[in-house]
């Protein structure tokens, strides 16, 4: 087990270390992205089923000519 001291060591070595910063601002962005597609999903599914919409149309129109 580890004294006291070596653990105090391991513990400023780890406030000191900056390579989890990039894990912090990355769960950031995705949970902004998140909540943004919350807020904006009536706007979102409209846009997807209007843009499905159109690629089906077009889709049939280029079938049946």
Known sequence: MK???EIMKTFKRMLKDESGF????I???IIVI???IIIF???IMSL???AFGTIT???NDIVNT
């Open 34 to 36: 998140v909540a943004l």
């Open 3 to 5: 004294q006291k001291g």
């Open 57 to 59: 149309e077009k889709t």
């Open 48 to 50: 997807v089923t209007k």
């Open 22 to 25: 990039g894990v912090v601002e």
């Open 41 to 43: 999903r009536d706007e």
């Open 27 to 29: 769960v950031l962005i």
